[in-house]
């Protein structure tokens, strides 16, 4: 199956560089603000975006995405919203959205209703999810749901992954596998782990999916670190960490996104070294 995310990645490799995707929560601190940086971060040439949907419980993330999540959900956000958000988006003519990815819990979508969610997820744009609190080795089943609709279903896999396990992972991912790059939750960190190079050298060996690294990626030298071994990267909590300013009533909304803006921009550089 060719999907919007396989077809992003085989252009990213054609140009010899490493995709970048950003992390942004939806609604936080609003639906709007969320439009305008989804626009804001197509418009400086990021290949992917993966958009958190706010939960009370959030497997694996820091302090970071876990204050995000919770300024959302206090300011009402409701997932039929964003779909309905998004959908208006992806009829603009002005701009091209790049392939969205949701980090989205299944409780989340149990909830909603699984077959609903995914064919309004696939209605309002979304090109693919990742679940991480459906255990990778036990998801084929939704995996089965997810191509009815044309969606990737993309894989975690940690360094601490047993490799027989991993195995059973791969065989309902897709898209592209989400290596963790340590073991732990999200959050900005200063260096790469050495060992991370292993990790991938590994799971190059299990399958012939892109790689895409996240988890403490912040720098344009994690970039460099990651360069020939990895296919892309994702930056969580350097991004959303800057979403805290639209409390700041001080603070002019259009400059925040501008920064968030140009902090993106400054990987999408690094991505071409």
Do not use: W
């Not at 949907?53 to 970071?64: H, K, L, Q």
């Not at 195995?167 to 340590?182: E, T």
């Amino acid at each position: 199956m060719t999907t919007s995310i396989s077809e992003k990645f085989q252009q990213v490799a054609s140009e010899n560089r490493m995709a970048f995707m950003p992390f942004i929560t939806a609604g936080d601190p609003d639906l709007n603000t969320t439009v305008a940086v989804l626009r804001e971060l197509a418009s400086r040439g990021v290949d992917l975006i993966e958009v958190g949907f706010p939960y009370s419980d959030p497997i694996a993330d820091g302090p970071v995405i876990q204050e995000s999540y919770t300024r959302a959900l206090n300011n009402g956000f409701q997932v039929h919203s964003l779909f309905e958000a998004l959908k208006a988006l992806s009829l603009d003519q002005s701009i091209t959205i790049p392939p969205l990815v949701g980090m989205v819990s299944y409780a989340i979508i149990y909830r909603y209703g699984a077959d609903k969610f995914l064919q309004e997820a696939q209605t309002a744009g979304f090109s693919g999810l990742i679940v991480p609190d459906l255990p990778g080795d036990e998801a084929q089943d939704f995996a089965e749901k997810t191509k009815t609709t044309n969606l990737d279903l993309v894989q975690l896999v940690s360094p601490l992954t047993p490799e027989d396990r991993t195995k059973r992972i791969m065989q309902a991912a897709s898209g592209f596998i989400y290596c963790i790059s340590v073991a732990g939750i999200t959050g900005v960190r200063d260096e790469l782990p050495p060992e991370l190079t292993t990790h991938l050298e590994s799971l190059r060996k299990l399958t012939d999916l892109p790689l895409a690294v996240g988890f403490g990626i912040s720098q344009p030298k994690h970039v460099d670190t990651l360069r020939g071994k990895a296919d892309g990267f994702i930056i969580g909590s350097a991004i959303v960490k800057q979403f805290a300013a639209f409390s700041d009533p001080n603070q002019s909304h259009d400059s925040i996104i501008k920064s968030i803006g140009d902090y993106a921009g400054e990987m999408v550089a690094a991505t071409k070294v």
